[in-house]
């Protein structure tokens, strides 16, 4: 990975907790407003944190998933070719002669 990838995917990792840091905030210190009612303002954004949360957990959730599927799959593939490729004609001392 060059050096700009890494800069780039550590900015895009502070952002998003970033994001996740502001919202936690915000809902906390709005939790106990005093509610205007059906159109409230601060109801909505509570609500759009909530969400924007929601959705950076689940992006968590499949890409801790994705990196697991990715790492048995890599072992399986690894153990599967080492099998393989121990198994040839001149390691099992097979005769090939008709």
Do not use: W
């Not at 939790?31 to 950076?56: T, W």
């Not at 957990?57 to 990715?70: G, L, P, R």
């Amino acid at each position: 990975m060059t050096k700009k990838r890494r800069i780039a995917a550590a900015v895009l990792a502070a952002l998003v907790v970033l994001v996740a840091l502001s919202a936690s905030v915000f809902m906390i210190e709005h939790a106990d407003h005093d509610c205007a009612g059906e159109d409230c303002a601060i109801c909505e954004r509570l609500y759009a944190c909530a969400q924007n949360l929601r959705s950076l957990a689940a992006a968590a959730i499949v890409v801790f998933a994705a990196v697991i599927f990715a790492s048995v799959l890599r072992v399986c593939v690894d153990r599967g070719a080492s099998s393989y490729a121990q198994r040839t004609p001149v390691s099992l001392k097979v005769k090939l002669s008709n």
